[in-house]
């Protein structure tokens, strides 16, 4: 315990426990709740924040630059999101204060190594094995391997407001490679904006969503809500699911990473999905 001016004791602060962020003096203010981190701030703390959540798959056109701008109030902001679940403390406000940082500290995983190892969404939806989890709020793409492991954690950009990303249970049930992407991309909207590969979706019934896991044009906007309901990625990103899914691989689009449908049994085996909300040809 310490002492201040009134002679009062107070508890020491914690100290940061991630060598990202414990190598890092101009964080020390930021963990005693003495300063902040947003937008304008500049400096090797910034850069260490900016890169933990590019390793965990928040979105962050430009990199770690060292500089706090809109991107990385966005990552900070999607961070938050997904982690107020497990720090209750923590705000959805894209400036990184006291009790962000704490959570990062906990969340990210050691520097050099990329994905996350704790608060994961289990790869199942009502009990069905999965292989893709879509966090719509906090716009991620988890791939989980056959065996449930984690494989891989992206950024995302869903639905906008009045052309919402569909939550439930979907299935795999076509691939296009980047000719074939570029070829319905140019006939659907004019131009090459599903990136270099496509994945159809369909409901779990079969019957038609209208949604795809895709590329884009407009990487600038991946962690946003923007889209006509298909989940768009970076290229990286869609390479990596086009090459390690399936057709009949099953995806879960939920609405958080506590969603409660997730890792449940079912419970009316007959329940068909909304599918009122169901465009075709989105993007």
């Known amino acids: 315990m310490t002492a201040d001016s009134t002679g009062s004791s107070t508890p ?33 703390g910034v850069r260490a924040v900016q ?43 894209g400036v990184v204060d006291a009790a962000t940082l704490r959570a990062l500290d906990a969340l990210a995983p050691a520097p050099g190594q990329r ?35 984690l494989q891989g954690l992206f950024g995302n950009a ?45 409901w779990a019934d079969g019957s038609r969503s209208g949604e795809e896991l895709h590329g884009t044009n407009a990487p600038a906007q991946l962690g946003q809500d923007v889209s006509h309901g298909c989940i768009r990625h970076d290229d990286a990103a869609i390479l990596a699911l086009y090459d390690a899914l399936q057709v009949g691989d099953m995806v879960a689009i939920v609405d958080s990473v506590n969603d409660p449908h997730l890792g449940a049994a079912p419970t009316t085996p007959t329940e068909k999905p909304d599918l009122s909300g169901a465009v075709a040809a989105r993007k």
């Open 12 to 44: 020491p602060i914690a100290a940061l426990r991630n060598e990202r962020f414990a190598s890092q003096p101009d964080l020390t203010g930021v963990l005693a709740g003495k300063a902040t981190l947003g937008t304008g701030a500049k400096g090797p």
């Open 51 to 93: 890169q933990a959540l590019a390793d965990m798959g928040f979105s962050l056109h430009g990199g770690a630059d060292g500089a706090f701008g809109p991107q990385s109030a966005k990552a900070v902001r999607n961070f938050q999101t997904h982690a107020r679940s497990a720090f209750p403390e923590v705000q959805p406000t």
């Open 115 to 149: 994905s996350q190892t704790q608060h994961l969404p289990a790869p199942r939806y009502k009990g069905t094995p999965v292989r893709v989890v879509v966090v719509k709020d906090e716009h991620r793409t988890y791939l989980f391997d056959p065996q449930g492991q």
């Open 158 to 202: 869903v639905g906008a407001r009045h052309t919402k990303t569909d939550s439930g249970l979907k299935k795999v049930t076509g691939k296009l490679n980047e000719a074939q992407a570029h070829a319905l991309g140019k006939k659907l909207w004019g131009g090459p904006v599903f990136g270099p590969r496509l994945i159809d979706l369909s």
